[in-house]
């Protein structure tokens, strides 16, 4: 299991959209993924801002069991980088073994 100090950050979110982003992820951590698609789950489409009101946001969990940064559903990138993908916010760092 991932130590809480070694998970990888949320570098970058471009998604202002989300409730979370207010210069930058202050979401305690998000969780990445569907069966389908590298979406952030965390996303929230809302004008209000939550979150911790500091952008130090960590990856949870990631559901892309067939990306190369992941093993056991825990993300080992050394951070990641959210951004618009459609009408979705997704992880761009994703990448399909």
Known sequence: ???MLEMPRVQTCTVSEC???H???T???VTIGTT???E???FVDSGDKGGMGR???QVGACKRADCQHNTDL???APAIVVGQSGDKADCLTYEKR
Do not use: V
């Open 23 to 25: 210069d930058g992820c």
């Open 27 to 29: 979401a305690f951590a």
């Open 36 to 38: 389908m698609s590298a």
């Open 74 to 76: 825990e993300c080992h």
């Open 19 to 21: 409730g979370y982003n």
């Open 1 to 3: 299991m991932t130590q």
């Open 55 to 57: 952008a130090l946001a």
């Open 40 to 42: 952030c789950d965390t």
